[in-house]
């Protein structure tokens, strides 16, 4: 047991690869305001384009086999994303406060926990495929504002964790990993032809991520003015407007989705919501 504890904190923590990650501005991939204006452009682009092109849906079977592959792929790599930042921070941590604020001007964008983000920044980009799946199968009902909009700035998101070296990024990362585990294995599910009953247990993790966010988000600040300041702190500030804006999407689609089912059916009525 004890060695494969070893061996997994060293491929997800003390590989070469991964101590020594340094984010360089206009050098490593993804590093540019360039890539990340052009990565978004296109996906709203493509989205808007292929979602008025009525492209003709593909076999039911094969589009569940190529939603499940996508989706365990997803699934798997939100629990290495969530184990390996979790081991990360513990690794590269001074101590407690830097989990919840990075000493300013003194935590450039390197080491593991910052590979983590990378990965994780990577990720978002790679479920983009979440929104070609749903135009594909001739769904338009899923394809929503707030489908777009989460996938659209929480790239941004991740970029400015990034290049702000921002500070809260290791609670972040790992929270948000964490429930896309299990959002993505309800998918996974749903492509594999079982709906499980949780789904708005997936739901309210979002909404419990977000509210979890502006609570330690109280200490954070706390420090920051309390002592010398936090790294990254506008950044954090577009952050805290994009999950504010997300919280307020998510909990109207709880009460849309969920809320207005519990509700008793009037006895003049014979069609059911």
């Given at each position: 047991?004890?060695?494969?504890?070893?061996?997994?904190?060293?491929?997800?923590?003390?590989?070469?690869?991964?101590?020594?990650?340094?984010?360089?501005?206009?050098?490593?991939?993804?590093?540019?305001?360039?890539f990340l204006s052009i990565t978004l452009f296109t996906y709203l682009l493509l989205t808007f384009t292929l979602h008025h092109a009525h492209l003709p849906?593909?076999?039911?079977?094969?589009?569940?086999?190529?939603?499940?592959?996508?989706?365990?792929i997803l699934l798997i790599?939100?629990?290495?994303?969530?184990?390996?930042c979790s081991l990360s921070t513990y690794s590269q941590m001074p101590n407690h406060r830097w989990i919840f604020c990075f000493p300013p001007n003194s935590t450039p964008p390197q080491g593991p926990v910052f590979f983590w983000a990378q990965i994780f920044y990577f990720s978002k980009l790679l479920e983009f495929i979440d929104t070609l799946l749903i135009i594909l199968s001739g769904s338009n009902r899923r394809l929503s504002f707030l489908h777009v909009y989460h996938h659209t700035v929480v790239v941004t998101m991740c970029y400015v964790w990034l290049s702000t070296s921002q500070s809260l990024l290791p609670?972040?990362?790992?929270?948000?990993?964490?429930?896309?585990?299990?959002m993505y294995a309800y998918y996974l599910?749903?492509?594999?032809?079982?709906?499980?009953?949780?789904?708005?247990?997936?739901?309210n993790c979002q909404i419990v991520q977000f509210v979890f966010s502006f609570m330690v988000s109280g200490l954070m600040l706390y420090y920051h003015y309390t002592g010398t300041g936090c790294s990254g702190f506008y950044g954090w500030c577009f952050n805290a407007v994009f999950n504010a804006s997300l919280l307020a999407l998510f909990i109207n689609f709880h009460f849309k989705n969920y809320a207005k089912r519990k509700k008793p059916h009037d006895n003049t009525k014979t069609k059911s919501l």
């Open positions: 047991m004890e060695d494969l504890t070893s061996k997994l904190h060293y491929w997800l923590v003390d590989h070469p690869t991964i101590t020594n990650f340094q984010w360089k501005p206009n050098q490593t991939w993804g590093a540019s305001p360039l849906t593909l076999n039911s079977t094969f589009l569940r086999l190529i939603s499940a592959l996508h989706n365990l790599l939100s629990l290495i994303m969530a184990v390996g609670v972040a990362l790992v929270t948000n990993a964490s429930v896309h585990v299990l599910l749903c492509a594999l032809g079982w709906r499980p009953w949780w789904k708005v247990l997936v739901t």
